[in-house]
């Protein structure tokens, strides 16, 4: 079943249809392949509220981004274990943002079921500052997203965040939400090809990913990624389509 998804991913990219410039609905596959055989796959799909178009001048993985295109989401982990739900929404004419999220979590002993949300404002043109909390309840943390313009055709993506608190939480968006605090870049050598890397300080112990990602079609991402975690070392195919 896994092998037939992410199949299925990669060669509906192949299609005519990725060659359109604009598109209004992404989907995307992730394997996980861990050395201590716990394999795993991630789906998800983001559908915009309106068409976005790449253009020619930013990488075509940071389209929606500096679109600021709202969307809904839905997204499953752990083979279908974690499944998340919920609205990415930038409020037109002014600098907010919100995202928001229920949650339906089957990866620990029972099930856990909630909402998270992250708020935040871009006060400059590209970068993005925001506090997520949850049911649970809050505790202090921020995250910063920013898209550098180097010049000639080059960007840098830039990731960061801290959180202060003493218990990891079972509710995210991204695995960084779990880290103490983490600092992650990609360079952009073209609109298609990036190269990253990132640390994260995490509730285990420190991770290190290496990563790199290539539209080898206008519509068609293809990825890797290799981390070296407390828990294991972790390699991740990931592929994604637009239409």
Request: aromatic share 12%.
């Amino acid at each position: 079943m896994r092998a037939t998804l992410l199949a299925a991913t990669l060669v509906v990219g192949w299609v005519p249809g990725a060659l359109a410039s604009s598109y209004q609905t992404e989907v995307g596959a992730q394997l996980n392949i861990r050395n201590d055989t716990t394999n795993s796959l991630d789906a998800y799909a983001v559908h915009h509220f309106a068409p976005v178009n790449p253009g020619h001048r930013y990488p075509r993985a940071q389209a929606s981004y500096t679109a600021r295109a709202s969307n809904l989401f839905a997204r499953a982990e752990e083979d279908l274990d974690r499944v998340l739900a919920g609205l990415e929404f930038y409020v037109p004419d002014t600098q907010f943002y919100a995202r928001a999220a229920l949650i339906n979590d089957r990866t620990g002993a029972g099930t856990d079921s909630g909402w998270i949300a992250q708020v935040g404002v871009m006060p400059l043109e590209h970068l993005r500052i925001t506090t997520t909390l949850n049911d649970d309840g809050y505790d202090a943390n921020l995250q910063l997203r920013y898209l550098l313009d180097l010049g000639a055709g080059h960007f840098v993506h830039l990731d960061a965040g801290v959180l202060d608190t003493d218990a990891p939480s079972g509710r995210y968006f991204e695995q960084q939400a779990r880290a103490k605090h983490y600092l992650g870049a990609d360079f952009y050598l073209d609109r298609d090809t990036h190269i990253g890397a990132e640390y994260a300080n995490t509730f285990w112990g420190d991770e290190i990913t290496l990563r790199t990602g290539r539209y080898v079609r206008p519509g068609l991402n293809v990825a890797l990624a290799f981390a070296d975690t407390p828990r294991g070392n972790r390699l991740s195919l990931h592929s994604h389509y637009r239409f």
